[in-house]
């Protein structure tokens, strides 16, 4: 039987069991007599093990290539003009691609410097500013559910 190695199930029985027979008819018959046998209570299923073709294995596995994820690599070395041209053109999509962009125009909208955008309460008005009374308008002694002003019962 095959035993965890490791966990917490550690040295219990994994359930099943390979056994090895000399002759492929006394398998056969091992198979038919022990399949749905009970033991502890309980029936035990026996089944040929599944075959592996190892030469599938062994067979050498084509390389995947992907050279536009830039992870695969060329067997050879390229030459001299390759590499000019190569960079040619990723010099012509750079320049290409810095013709949209104009850093010396300011952004769309008013420019606001940096220190007054994080600085929240500044700006502030009078109207918007409230008052202890008007955020809270009932003190403890004076809120609507007060002992005081409760009804009295009769």
């Known amino acids: 039987m095959l035993f965890h190695k490791g966990g917490p199930l550690q040295g219990q029985s994994r359930g099943y069991a390979f056994v090895t027979f000399v002759k492929a008819s006394a398998a056969v018959i091992a198979l038919e007599k022990l399949n749905g046998h009970m033991i502890l209570n309980r029936p035990i299923a026996v089944r040929m093990a ?10 050498p596995k084509p390389k995947i290539e992907i050279p536009a994820l830039g992870t695969g690599k060329r067997e050879g070395k390229i030459t001299r003009e390759e590499a000019i041209k190569a960079i040619e053109q990723k010099l012509k999509i750079i ?48 809120g609507p559910y007060n002992r005081h002003q409760r009804p009295k019962r009769r």
């Open 50 to 59: 599944k075959n592996i073709n190892y030469d599938e294995f062994e067979r």
């Open 95 to 142: 320049e290409s691609q810095g013709d949209d962009i104009d850093f010396d125009q300011p952004a769309a909208g008013p420019v606001i410097p940096l220190i007054q955008k994080y600085q929240f309460n500044k700006d502030r008005d009078a109207k918007t500013a409230t008052t202890a009374t008007q955020r809270r308008p009932y003190h403890k002694t004076s």
